[in-house]
């Protein structure tokens, strides 16, 4: 069992709300990675933090935003929510860059 | 961009067979290629990954090879018993590891 956990579990949105999610990485990872998995498909790379700084971004608009604290947990904000930001939400946390990622057992967001 | 293509997208298996499942990918920056078994309403677990320095990797029933020249990757399952049943995602990175793109998933089932 990996030690990356993400709050909440779930929650309910309306459309328009805005949302924050939050993950706290395994003790000693500097990296932290945001994915949005649909349902029935593959996890899509939001964006990563590495120390504190955003280190790539996939293809989402910049309503989705993030940050990365001082101890290394992160936060994805939402805003505006739409329909389609229904997903299950994960965080991986990675000793380095270079290392392999782990992730938390996700945020199941529901906009409605 | 990265493009990751995963095949098939459900695999059925009697216990005890093998299950092959290949991907394909575009950047040939990538060099790292993890995967990942996800069973239902869990996180995705990492359970083999493979580096571009290598060809092939093997750790008990589950091995993965990796073929540069033709930018494909194969996970193999041998002796497959109904554990194995998950969601199994292969993935591609190049500058990070935790910065991934993903395979849409094979659904496999094994069958008693």
């Known amino acids: 069992e990996t030690g990356v956990t993400q709050s909440p579990t779930h929650l309910i949105k309306t459309r328009g709300q805005q949302v924050t999610l939050r993950c706290s990485s395994q003790?000693?990872?500097?990296?932290v990675s945001w994915y949005q998995q649909a349902l029935g498909q593959g996890p899509q790379f939001i964006f990563q933090?590495?120390?504190?700084?955003?280190?790539g971004r996939g293809n989402f608009p910049p309503r989705f935003s993030g940050l990365q604290f001082p101890n290394y947990s992160s936060e994805l904000n939402v805003n505006a929510l739409e329909l389609d930001d229904s997903a299950l939400y994960l965080c991986?946390?990675?000793?380095?860059?270079?290392?392999?990622?782990?992730f938390g057992q996700g945020t199941r967001l529901t906009v409605v | 961009g990265e493009n990751v293509e995963q095949h098939p997208s459900t695999l059925s298996v009697q216990e005890g067979d093998s299950a092959v499942i290949k991907c394909t990918y575009s950047?040939?920056?990538?060099?790292?290629f993890p995967w990942y078994k996800q069973e239902l309403g869990k996180r995705p677990q990492l359970i083999i990954d493979?580096?571009?320095?290598?060809g092939e990797k093997k750790d008990q029933r589950i091995a993965v090879t990796l073929n540069k020249t033709a930018k494909h990757f194969s996970l193999h399952i041998t002796e497959t018993q109904p554990e194995d049943s998950a969601v199994y995602f292969c993935?591609?990175?190049?500058?990070?590891?935790?910065?991934?793109?993903f395979g849409a998933g094979t659904q496999v089932v094994v069958t008693p």
């Open positions: 993935a591609a990175g190049s500058d990070s590891w935790g910065k991934l793109q």
């Open positions: 933090y590495y120390r504190e700084e955003e280190n």
């Open positions: 991986a946390s990675s000793y380095r860059l270079n290392t392999e990622a782990f």
């Open positions: 493979i580096r571009s320095n290598v």
């Open positions: 950047d040939s920056a990538s060099n790292y």
């Open positions: 003790s000693g990872h500097n990296t």
